[in-house]
């Protein structure tokens, strides 16, 4: 199976400044990497993904993440945040071939909060 | 259209009541899951419906019973519900199982009392 890390479960930043939200995974099979966003009281939100190809991935919020298999890391950074950013980041996985086919497997979940 | 719709958006009901979560989408999508989250917390899985047909049941108690009428419908039947149920229930869809990522929908905020 599949597990995810997200050693930050609270990060607080100030606004302009900029910021990482890291994950670190597990698996024996190769992976699909996604961020999740989650506002207050709503769903989650696709932000970005990984699937092949180049390993900078970008959203069009100015998010960008880069996969590195040798670290098996998948961390979220932003160089300059807003106010409106604040909301639960959730990294998750899925094993691209397997018995697990088709489980998405989710961190805990970091926190971000912009301070003016 | 690409969203996912739930229906209702909140709702309160007691431990004796049976009621019905909607999901509803319109991207051709034969993959549909159902999710649990508490505050706080990752979503956990609790059904996936691959070609309207029951693929993984995680272990859920039997006062939940799935149901996915057509390709674009998943319902979440609800009995005998019990207090620590009260969570945020979220649909998902994506074009087959295991494919590509899973949209959500912006979930039901169920309370038991």
């Known amino acids: 199976a599949q597990s995810v890390t997200q050693l930050d479960s609270q990060v607080p930043v100030f606004e302009e400044a900029p910021v990482e939200l890291r994950c670190n995974y597990s698996s024996s099979v190769s992976v699909y990497l996604f961020w999740y966003v989650q506002y207050p009281n709503q769903g989650l939100q696709l932000l970005l993904k990984?699937?092949?190809?180049?390993?900078l991935v970008e959203s069009i919020n100015g998010f960008e993440a880069e996969f590195n298999k040798s670290q098996t890391s998948f961390h979220l950074r932003k160089p300059s945040v807003h106010i409106s950013d604040t909301a639960e980041y959730f990294c998750?996985?899925?094993?691209?071939?397997?018995?697990?086919?088709?489980?998405?497997?989710f961190g805990r979940g970091t926190q971000l909060t912009v301070w003016p | 259209d690409t969203e996912v719709t739930q229906t209702p958006k909140h709702l309160v009901m007691g431990m004796t009541n049976k009621k019905s979560l909607k999901c509803e989408q319109h991207m051709g999508h034969r993959a549909m899951y159902w999710y649990k989250q508490k505050a706080k917390k990752p979503p956990e899985l609790m059904f996936v419906y691959s070609y309207e047909k029951l693929s993984i049941n995680e272990s859920v108690p039997s006062r939940f019973s799935p149901e996915c009428p057509n390709s674009s419908l998943l319902n979440l039947h609800l009995h005998a519900l019990q207090p620590e149920d009260s969570a945020l229930y979220l649909c998902?869809?994506?074009?087959?199982?295991?494919?590509?990522?899973?949209?959500f929908g912006p979930g039901t905020r169920l309370t038991v009392t």
């Open positions: 998902a869809s994506s074009p087959r199982q295991g494919m590509v990522e899973q949209y």
């Open positions: 998750a996985v899925s094993a691209v071939r397997g018995s697990t086919l088709g489980r998405l497997y």
């Open positions: 990984y699937l092949s190809g180049s390993t």
